[in-house]
C-alpha cells in the first residue's frame, strides 16, 4: 500500500498583516529545491546572496528550524549605523519555505510579512518572495525592497542560474 504524501498548505499573508501585496518577484533557478533550500533556508547565510546585509543572527530550535532572525544591515552611506530588523517565523518548512513577520526595528518599522516558498519546476526551482508592509513613505520603501528582491535575484542567478520571471511593484 503507498501512503499518500500531503501537500504541505503555505500561509497566506493576510493571516498576518492587513498590508497588501506591496512588492513581489519570482524567480526560476537551475538548481534542485533541497540545492536552493540549503542556501536559503539557513538564514544566517542571508548575506551570502544579499549585498545589503552585513550579517544575519538565526535562532533555531531543536529540530534545526529557523523561530527568529535578526538582519544587521551595512550602513547607507559612510559613516551611518546601519539598521537592525527582528523578524519571528510564524511558518518554517524545509525545502517549502517560511513566512516571517517583523516585530522590530532600528528605523521604527515593524510588521512587515516576508512570504518565501520554492517550487520544484522542470529543470530547477521557482522562487516566490512576497512582500507585505506599511510606510509613512511608502513609495521609497517599495523602492528599496524592489531593489534588494533584484540584487536577491541577481545573486542567486548568478550562483545557480536561471532568470527573473516576475516582478511587481505595487503602483
Not at 38 to 46: A, K, Q
Not at 70 to 80: D, Q, R, V, Y
Request: hydrophobic residues 35%.
Amino acid at each position: 500500500m503507498t501512503r499518500a504524501v500531503q501537500a504541505s498548505v503555505v500561509p497566506s499573508a493576510s493571516d498576518f498583516t492587513s498590508s497588501p501585496l506591496r512588492n513581489r518577484l519570482r524567480v526560476e533557478l537551475d538548481a534542485p529545491v533541497s540545492q536552493v533550500w540549503e542556501l536559503m533556508g539557513d538564514l544566517s547565510r542571508f548575506p551570502e546572496y544579499s549585498v545589503g546585509l552585513e550579517r544575519v543572527e538565526a535562532l533555531l530550535d531543536e529540530d534545526g528550524r529557523c523561530v527568529e532572525y535578526t538582519c544587521f544591515f551595512k550602513p547607507f552611506e559612510e559613516g551611518a549605523e546601519g539598521a537592525v530588523s527582528r523578524d519571528v517565523m510564524k511558518w518554517y518548512e524545509p525545502n517549502r519555505g517560511y513566512l516571517s513577520v517583523e516585530v522590530g526595528s532600528t528605523w521604527g518599522g515593524g510588521g512587515t510579512v516576508a512570504l518565501l516558498t520554492l517550487d520544484p519546476i522542470s529543470g530547477g526551482t521557482r522562487v516566490n518572495t512576497d512582500m507585505h508592509f506599511d510606510s509613512e513613505d511608502l513609495e521609497t520603501a517599495k523602492a528599496h525592497i524592489d531593489e534588494a528582491l533584484v540584487d536577491i535575484a541577481e545573486n542567486l542567478i548568478a550562483r545557480f542560474g536561471g532568470k527573473i520571471t516576475e516582478r511587481y511593484v505595487e503602483e
